[in-house]
């Protein structure tokens, strides 16, 4: 039976019986993508995969899913044999006055594009599953967690680095899967794989924007047409800095200049950060160092986007 018509008749499941259904997918084979909750189930899936051989690739996601992520998905398919994504909006990386609870979750569209996609397993926990003891225990990686985003999201990246390292723990993968969209997050477990140990390899995969630059994020759905529209100025003043370094030879300065230069015509986006940095620590430079990153966080209306874009001899994508 093709995906499509297993896909289209999850849509008609209520809730209650999500679970049933699931085990109908499972026990017919109709689709190879499963779901668990459970930390025991998931264990389960992932020791019968590895007593078949198979090297485990993980995705770890907030859900709400898109081309993004699923760009994530094929290089997990293409490295491991046994792709695992986790859906799973972390709270502790959310502070109070952040959009926790308003963060989208379109689960049974979620599962529809991992079986599309080729996924093999969903782990999508209860928040009390994976945090049965309020910090009790918490992971801090110091080396890049309080500039930029840090800065302006004073507890986000130690949610971050606690809900990561619990997954991989849960998970166990050989490779882990993440996007150059977030480029502060995949710095930060990049350090804290290597300071703590830990056996898994992390490969960090392009941006996907849409066809007019916009990076591809979940957030882009809280923005109105009028807002998705001014919010464009953040890659093609990344575009700019990228040009003016690379093709034209400009100085940082100038190239950070015309970045603020160009974001000032919209008076919508109120800016948290512009900054051309050392893609390896995220130091501000002023003089080229041979891999640079710049970075803008701001907010379009109500919308807080991030976005980023290396500047070196290799053209970002
Ligand atoms: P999120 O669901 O926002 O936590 O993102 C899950 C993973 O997808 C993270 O590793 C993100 O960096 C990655 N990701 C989000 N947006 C994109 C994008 N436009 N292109 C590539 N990866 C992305």
């Known amino acids: 039976m093709p995906l499509g018509f297993a896909s289209a008749r999850w849509n008609n499941v209520s809730s209650h019986r999500r679970s049933q259904w699931h085990t109908f997918i499972d026990q017919t084979e109709v689709s190879p993508l499963k779901t668990v909750q459970t930390i025991e189930e998931l264990r389960a899936e992932i020791r019968s995969a590895r007593s078949a051989g198979k090297k485990i690739g993980c995705v770890p996601t907030m859900g709400a899913l898109h081309d993004g992520h699923i760009s994530l998905v094929e290089s997990a398919r293409q490295e491991t044999d046994f792709v695992v994504v986790t ?3 972390n ?3 959310f502070a109070p006055h952040e959009d926790l609870s308003k963060y989208p979750r379109p689960l049974e569209d979620d599962l529809r594009k991992c079986a599309d996609a080729g996924v093999d397993l969903v782990f999508n926990p209860h928040a009390d599953t994976v945090y049965p003891a ?3 225990a918490y992971v801090e990686v110091p080396a890049c967690s309080t500039m930029l985003e840090g800065a302006h999201r004073p507890s986000h990246f130690r949610g971050v680095a606690t809900i990561v390292l619990k997954l991989f723990n849960m998970v166990m993968p050989d490779i882990a899967f993440f ?9 930060l ?12 390899e992390i490969r960090t995969c392009p941006t996907v924007r849409e066809s007019d630059g916009l990076a591809m994020s979940s957030r882009n759905m809280y923005l109105s047409d009028a807002d998705r529209q001014t ?3 953040l890659s093609q003043a990344l575009k700019l800095a990228h040009d003016a370094c690379c093709a034209d030879g400009k100085a940082l300065v100038e190239a950070r200049q015309a970045m603020l230069d160009h974001l000032a015509r919209f008076p919508d986006i109120k800016l948290d950060y512009v900054v051309i940095a050392d893609a390896n620590t995220l130091s501000e430079v002023e003089h080229a160092v041979p891999e640079m990153v710049a970075l803008i966080a701001a907010r379009v209306g109500t919308t807080r986007l991030i976005d980023n874009m290396l500047i070196s001899a290799a053209v970002q994508t």
């Not at 996007?179 to 710095?187: A, P, T, V």
């Not at 477990?189 to 898994?200: E, K, Q």
């Open 87 to 89: 859906i799973f909006v």
């Open 134 to 136: 309020k910090d009790a």
């Open 231 to 233: 919010a464009l100025a």
């Open 91 to 93: 709270p502790t990386q």
């Open 189 to 200: 477990i990049r350090h804290m794989v290597d300071d703590l140990n830990v056996p898994v």
């Open 179 to 187: 996007g150059q969209k977030d480029y502060q997050q995949q710095l």
